[in-house]
């Protein structure tokens, strides 16, 4: 696989406060690539640096064989970026946005293909300020994508968007690497890395803890499942114990949970209870998660927040 991203002992510091501390690792073309921890762990410093919008203290990146720092402008005549925190003029309507992006790249694609694409058309002619939260996010991603670039950065993408609208970011940013184009993402929610990312790297004050897919990080823990499902209060559970993989079940009044491991201990525990002619009544399923993960490498939830302090800086964010 190509390296499109390559980061060797990132550091960065802003006075006594290290933001960023000897980070290191790669990104393949094609992949959906996430940076994952709580607010203040030191990811959007990781991510300018990698853009060449701030200046690391020591470190080496190479982003598509070029150096931010020196060969900024080629680089990103190649990349889009979804500021974290970005803003337009407020009276600068949709369509006249995209149009004035074109002249920023030498191959932009056509602003008329974007708006029908990411659902804009019929919102051309409205300024920025008249538009929802999950529309500015689109142009955003608008604005991102004119350059056509091969490499996109998506910062915090789905701050502040409600469920419905963070899902439909979710389907953009899947059709988007579809196309063969490479993204990386910060987010905080565990849920989002876990739905989109091939590879995650989890970041805890400005030190990367953990890397590899959702999948194979979720398996290190070899934390159990839950099978829970309630019960006439007649129904006596304790036969599930002797099923290969259940380690101990628990009945506290209609309720009945099953903790195990193994692919099939769901398949098992179905097959179980309808030999001896029983339903499973309100059946759910619990599966340890990335959340737990990061639970179990840092020894706090993810709610807790970090402390990392940015100087104001070109991009226009603020962490």
Same mark, same amino acid.
């Given at each position: ?43 959007? @410093? =990781?991510?300018?640096?990698? !853009?060449?919008? +701030?200046?690391? #203290?020591?470190?080496? *990146?190479?982003?598509? &064989? ?119 993402? @910060? =987010?905080?929610?565990?849920? !989002?890395?876990? +739905?989109?990312? #091939?590879?995650?790297? *989890?970041?805890?004050? &400005? ?113």
């Amino acid at each position: 696989m190509r390296v499109v991203i390559e980061v060797q002992e990132l550091r960065k510091a802003y006075g006594s406060r290290v933001a960023v501390d000897g980070v290191s690792f790669e990104v393949y073309e094609g992949e959906i690539f996430g940076m994952v921890g709580p607010n203040g762990a030191g990811k959007t @410093t =990781t991510i300018e640096c990698i !853009e060449g919008l +701030r200046q690391p #203290d020591s470190g080496r *990146i190479r982003v598509l &064989g070029m150096d931010p720092g020196r060969q900024g402008r080629a680089l990103r005549a190649r990349i889009g970026i979804q500021l974290q925190e970005g803003a337009l003029s407020h009276r600068l309507r949709v369509e006249e946005a995209l149009w004035l992006f074109t002249a920023f790249y030498p191959r932009p694609l056509d602003p008329e293909t974007l708006l029908q694409r990411l659902g804009l058309a019929e919102h051309r002619r409205k300024a920025f300020d008249q538009l929802s939260g999950g529309l500015k996010q689109r142009l955003f991603i608008a604005l991102a994508l004119i350059g056509n670039p091969e490499i996109l950065f998506l910062d915090e993408l789905t701050t502040g968007l409600d469920p419905h609208a963070r899902r439909a970011m979710w389907d953009l940013v899947q059709e988007i690497r579809a196309e063969g184009r490479t993204v990386f993402l @910060t =987010t905080h929610y565990m849920e !989002e890395a876990e +739905r989109l990312c #091939d590879r995650v790297a *989890i970041i805890d004050r &400005g030190r990367l803890v953990a890397l590899d897919t959702p999948e194979n990080l979720i398996r290190s823990l070899g934390a159990e499942q839950r099978v829970i499902f309630t019960r006439d209060t007649a129904f006596d559970p304790s036969f599930l114990t002797d099923l290969p993989g259940v380690s101990r079940v628990e009945a506290i009044g209609e309720r009945v949970v099953i903790y195990g491991r193994g692919d099939s201990l769901v398949g098992r525990v179905v097959e179980a209870m309808a030999a001896r002619g029983m339903a499973l009544r309100d059946m759910r399923v619990e599966r340890p998660t990335l959340e737990d993960v990061y639970l179990a490498l840092t020894g706090r939830p993810m709610e807790t927040p970090g402390q990392e302090i940015l100087p104001a800086s070109n991009s226009g964010r603020s962490r």
